[in-house]
């Protein structure tokens, strides 16, 4: 799981990125962005219920994706 510092927690968070972040879009993937002049990244998960219905998948695959950023940025760390 990410730490907490590096979550999103609050719903104004996420609408400010909605209103003011840019975005990359794939099939079924889309990725909102905006730069928060930290030394280090913020990330939060939405998975909408059209996509996946049951609460307890979408919860997974946010896990998930959780689990993959915080490897990466695990990894990113120890480069010389």
């Given at each position: 799981m990410l730490a907490k510092k590096y979550r999103l927690k609050k719903d104004r968070e996420f609408k400010k990125i909605y209103r003011l972040g840019r975005k990359i879009k794939e099939d079924?993937?889309?990725i909102r962005y905006l730069e928060n002049n930290l030394p280090y990244s913020?990330?939060?998960?939405?998975?909408?219920?059209t996509v996946i219905k049951?609460?307890?998948?979408?919860?997974?695959?946010?896990?998930?994706?959780?689990?993959?950023?915080?490897?990466?940025q695990k990894k990113n760390h120890h480069r010389p």
């Open positions: 079924f993937f889309v913020h990330f939060g998960f939405v998975i909408a219920k049951k609460a307890t998948k979408r919860n997974l695959l946010k896990r998930k994706i959780s689990e993959i950023i915080r490897l990466n």
